[in-house]
């Protein structure tokens, strides 16, 4: 199957004088068939920077933004499909023997 790759902004801190945001918590998921994987991180800003105030911005302006500064898409995802890969073909089993 295709791994489908979902990003989503959970909520973010903001400066209510100003209205801009300065942190946005993020999750990247990951999903084939019956496998799934996920990362969970936040990212900040200086206030002021981003300039898209709270009441306007959109959820894919604040990924783009995330991406921006310095989170890697393409490692995230890669990371993600890794993980799946793991699941589907592990290497390392927990158990006892008897």
Same mark, same amino acid.
């Given at each position: ?10 909520? *973010? ?7 801009? +945001? ?19 991180? *936040? ?8 300039? +898209? ?5 959109? /959820?894919? /302006?604040? &990924? @783009?933004?995330?991406? #921006?500064?310095?989170?890697?898409? #393409?490692?995230? /995802?890669?990371? &993600?499909? @890794?993980?799946? /890969? &793991? @699941? ?7 158990? *006892?023997?008897?």
């Amino acid at each position: 199957m295709t791994i489908a790759y979902n990003w989503t902004i959970s909520t *973010t801190n903001y400066d209510v004088a100003t209205g801009f +945001i300065n942190c946005a918590h993020w999750t990247a998921s990951a999903v084939d068939g019956d496998y799934t994987a996920s990362i969970y991180s *936040t990212c900040s800003w200086a206030d002021g920077s981003p300039t +898209i105030p709270y009441a306007d911005v959109t /959820e894919s /302006e604040v &990924l @783009q933004w995330v991406w #921006d500064s310095g989170v890697s898409k #393409d490692a995230t /995802e890669a990371a &993600l499909a @890794q993980n799946i /890969e &793991l @699941q589907k073909n592990p290497v390392t089993a927990t158990g *006892t023997p008897w």
